[in-house]
């Protein structure tokens, strides 16, 4: 699933709107939108939406094994 949709189906169980989640983590609302448009969430700045969501980020890569890196 890409970044975008990710974030997007998040804000949406974390019951909150874009706008809020954007002040919650000290961004402008044009900005989060401009960042979620392109993808260039910074995985610090992911991690602060995920904590403001009240969920936790994380950054792998997991192969059908169950290898995580």
Known sequence: ?????QIKVAIAQGSTSQRKLAESIG???ANFNQKLKRCTFTDEE???IAKALGA???CYFEFEDGTKI
């Open 27 to 29: 961004m402008t609302p």
């Open 56 to 58: 936790t980020y994380h």
């Open 1 to 5: 699933m890409a970044t975008e949709k």
């Open 46 to 48: 992911l991690e602060k």
